[in-house]
């Protein structure tokens, strides 16, 4: 069966300052990768995924992200935040043999300070 | 378009009353999911259906009824519910792919419970 570790509950930050959220997974099969964006009071909303061919995602906001097989990673970046990014962030894992279920990791809360 | 409405936002309800929280989604999607969150904590899997059959009941107390009308709607009846069981009802729905793991999960904002 697949984890997810996300290796910070939290991230404080200043605006404009580059931030890296980390997800490191396990999982014998085969992974697909997701990253979730929960402003507060609000549902998750899908920031970027990794199904196959290229490495470096890119999603929505700025936001990218690196799949890193051996080092069984999946890391977010933005290389400026601002204010509004202030959330807390999701990593998910779902295997190929298991469907439609989700892991997900504890999440990372991102503060971005003025 | 990406988008999964829930309704309604907020619910106030005592340890006796029956109320139905409503989910739906217009993208065609043949998969339909109901999650509990509670604060500072990732989403927990509870029902899902495939194809309007409940395929995964994560040993959700009875408390808690799902039901799915149709390929568009998922409804979530409680009944005698607890204190504990207050939290954020999120709805989700995909595509379904049954073995394949590469399904994308679009989650609507949730319904705040809370049981008095």
């Known amino acids: 069966a697949q984890s997810v570790t996300q290796l910070d509950s939290q991230v404080p930050v200043f605006e404009e300052a580059p931030v890296e959220l980390r997800c490191n997974y396990s999982?014998?099969?085969?992974?697909?990768l997701f990253w979730y964006v929960q402003y507060p009071n609000q549902g998750l909303q899908l920031l970027l995924k990794?199904?196959?061919?290229?490495?470096l995602v890119k999603g929505i906001n700025g936001f990218e992200a690196e799949f890193n097989k051996s080092q069984t990673s999946f890391h977010l970046r933005k290389p400026s935040v601002h204010i509004s990014d202030t959330a807390e962030y999701f990593c998910a894992v779902s295997e190929e043999t298991s469907g439609s279920r989700l892991t997900f990791g504890e999440g990372t809360q991102l503060t971005v300070n003025p | 378009d990406t988008e999964v409405t829930q309704t309604p936002k907020h619910l106030v309800m005592g340890m006796t009353n029956k109320k139905s929280l409503k989910c739906e989604q217009h993208?065609?999607?043949?998969?339909m999911y109901w999650y509990k969150q509670k604060a500072k904590k990732p989403p927990e899997l509870m029902f899902v259906?495939?194809?309007?059959?409940?395929?995964i009941n994560e040993s959700v107390p009875s408390r808690f009824s799902p039901e799915c009308p149709n390929s568009s709607l998922l409804n979530l009846h409680l009944h005698a519910l607890q204190p504990e069981d207050s939290a954020l009802y999120l709805c989700a729905s995909s595509q379904w792919a049954e073995t394949s793991g590469t399904d994308t999960q679009y989650f609507g904002p949730g319904t705040r419970l809370t049981v008095l």
């Open positions: 990794y199904l196959s061919g290229s490495t």
């Open positions: 993208m065609g999607h043949r998969a």
């Open positions: 259906y495939s194809y309007e059959k409940l395929s």
């Open positions: 999982s014998s099969v085969s992974v697909y």
